[in-house]
């Protein structure tokens, strides 16, 4: 048998989950101690040889709904559970190595606790650590990373119609849109604001270390309804360049992306270089316009009997 078990800050998401896999979701309390300290109490209490769906996503919040699903995982594990872990919008994802030494690799450290917790399965979604869709090894806990880009192209066909071109902002969105034929992608050039040459080219002392960056258009980019997708939009920095780079190139601008955090008014600013801006419910925000929740429980309801 099988059980879904919401994170506090995952309750509607679960709760479709619940309805479309038709696994029962339990009641889970949580509360904070007047110093902070987190409660929680789940319902029955005794998971034996059950699969327990953890749905938890991590923002915002990351550091209190980490220790909230480690605690949870902890529970289902003592009671002889198997937590199963689904994880909407993973945090810590750009922590993916230790860049100097002496850094956290922040993300290992998650996993490690992950897999002493009993972790049966993890699956996420549009993961920043792993871009490539399918299955992969999460620091011994197996994992599966689903990407949300059908149900983003289904809805910008239902908005802006059948005509339009999969834009990635950067190079770095390759791995993201890898399942979109056509998709063109962005480049950034960095030029040297003392001697004008491109960064890897600038042979002058820019003390600074400051290159100005020019987003390059592609030509056959011009006069057309481009969608713009990315896994992630936090500051909105990468997102806004590119959509004023296309604006200036008379396309009519469409924004997509798995996450989005929209940090400070990110989301506002973006509302003046494009027409639409949609979000899935992976982290919950005004623009949060479709669901991953049919792609989750299609996952979910794999290998169960
Ligand atoms: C980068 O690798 C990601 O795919 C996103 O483009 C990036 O995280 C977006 O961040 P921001 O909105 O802060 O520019």
Do not use: W
Not at 145 to 164: C, D, L, P, R, W
Not at 222 to 230: I, M, P, Q, T
Not at 267 to 275: C, D, N, Q, T, V
Request: aromatic content about 8%; proline content about 3%; hydrophobic content about 35%.
């Amino acid at each position: 048998m099988a059980l879904v078990v919401p994170g506090s800050n995952s309750m509607d998401i679960s709760r479709k989950i619940s309805g479309i896999s038709k696994i029962r979701m339990i009641e889970k309390t949580v509360r904070r101690f007047p110093d902070g300290e987190t409660y929680i109490r789940m319902e029955g209490g005794d998971f034996k040889d059950e699969d327990v769906f953890v749905i938890h996503s991590l923002y915002p919040e990351q550091n209190d709904n980490l220790f909230e699903l480690f605690l949870t995982m902890d529970i289902i594990k003592e009671s002889g559970g198997k937590p199963c872990l689904v994880i909407p919008y993973f945090a810590y994802g750009r922590q993916d190595r230790a860049f100097q030494t002496g850094e956290a690799f922040s993300l290992k450290t998650i996993g490690k606790v992950m897999l002493s917790l009993g972790a049966k399965k993890l699956i996420t979604v549009d993961a920043h650590f792993h871009r490539k869709k399918g299955d992969f090894d999460f620091f011994g806990v197996p994992a599966r990373n689903i990407s949300a880009v059908t149900v983003q192209t289904e809805h910008a066909k239902e908005t802006i119609g059948e005509e339009f071109t999969v834009v990635g902002p950067d190079e770095g969105s390759r791995d993201f849109l890898s399942g979109i034929e056509g998709a063109v992608f962005l480049k950034k050039e960095k030029r040297c604001p003392v001697c004008g040459m491109e960064a890897t080219e600038c042979r002058c002392k820019n003390p600074e270390k400051e290159y100005a960056v020019k987003t390059d258009v592609p030509e056959k980019l011009e006069g057309r309804n481009v969608l713009l997708l990315d896994d992630i939009i936090g500051t909105g920095s990468t997102i806004i360049e590119a959509a004023k780079a296309l604006r200036s190139k008379n396309n009519r601008v469409f924004v997509g992306c798995t996450h989005g955090l929209f940090l400070g008014d990110s989301l506002k600013s973006l509302g003046r270089h494009a027409e639409y801006v949609f979000s899935t419910d992976t982290v919950k925000s005004e623009a949060t316009k479709i669901s991953v929740a049919g792609m989750l429980s299609v996952e979910m309801k794999k290998g169960l009997g």
